[in-house]
């Protein structure tokens, strides 16, 4: 591997491992709760996660250039959740634009099995073929839109695997509950778990990541469960410590607990 491109992904992954925090999610929800002042969202959380996924509109005005944690850019979108379709992305951010905000790695959303999969898959290709000459990273997103029935394993892992074969040096993906292990086994580069829709309790969350871990995930890309949790910083300490520490669940809500009982006082 290319000097550049091993120095980038050890610092999104030191010691392998990752924290990512999506805030890229006003790109096709517009004023998402929670997120509606990204720097206000971001700014207690930023010591725990090991890396901000976002779009190039929100890292200039929301994310101070003199004190970041590194910065995956979101480059694909032009669709909106009213529109007719979330699967007709388009690339939206040239190779000199990258380059020029200095960002760590980039991110693009694949399709796999809908209307649009090869446009979203060539989206891919493109990004890689851009990318790789200047040893930045391209993550691949499998998003499977309004169709949250696609998340069975069978389908993450066809998904995951074409994006690895398409040059994804990682790949992004839902937790599933069955064979979530065969996904991670299945794709020749790191998966990282996607949080999805937010869950109901916090304990919730911190199982699937869990679980998630244990089958052989390198980490997690959680955004609406950190920052529209009731205890945003609680949550986070207490991923980190599954994801960087591998604490049990127990001893994960122990903290969450501690921290929450700590915000308080």
Not at 167 to 189: L, Q, S
Not at 242 to 257: M, Y
Request: aromatic share 6%; hydrophobic share 40%; glycine share 8%.
């Amino acid at each position: 591997m290319d000097w550049g491109m091993e120095n980038r992904l050890s610092q999104l992954m030191p010691k392998g491992k990752c924290f990512f925090m999506p805030i890229d999610h006003g790109y096709f929800q517009g004023p998402t709760t929670g997120l509606e002042k990204p720097a206000d969202a971001v700014a207690p959380l930023m010591k725990y996660v090991d890396a901000i996924f976002c779009t190039r509109g929100v890292l200039r005005s929301a994310i101070d250039p003199r004190n970041s944690k590194p910065v995956i850019l979101r480059v694909s979108g032009c669709t909106s959740m009213v529109g007719k379709d979330l699967a007709n992305e388009e690339l939206t951010t040239s190779i000199d634009e990258i380059i020029r905000l200095n960002v760590q790695a980039v991110g693009v959303s694949v399709f796999v099995g809908s209307d649009y999969e090869k446009e979203t898959l060539g989206n891919l290709s493109t990004l890689v073929n851009e990318c790789e000459p200047y040893g930045i990273p391209v993550m691949a997103v499998t998003a499977v839109g309004k169709e949250i029935e696609k998340r069975t394993s069978r389908y993450l892992a066809l998904s995951c695997r074409i994006a690895a074969e398409l040059g994804a040096k990682v790949v992004k993906t839902y937790w599933c509950e069955k064979d979530f292990d065969k996904v991670i086994n299945g794709c020749p580069v790191p998966v990282i778990i996607a949080g999805g829709p937010k869950c109901d309790t916090e304990l919730e969350v911190l199982e699937f990541v869990h679980s998630g871990m244990q089958s052989g995930a390198v980490g997690i890309n959680l955004g609406r469960n950190v920052w529209q949790s009731p205890h945003p910083v609680a949550i986070a300490k207490a991923l980190r410590a599954i994801i960087h520490e591998n604490v049990s669940v127990k001893k994960a809500k122990e903290l969450f607990d501690e921290e929450k009982r700590n915000a308080r006082r």
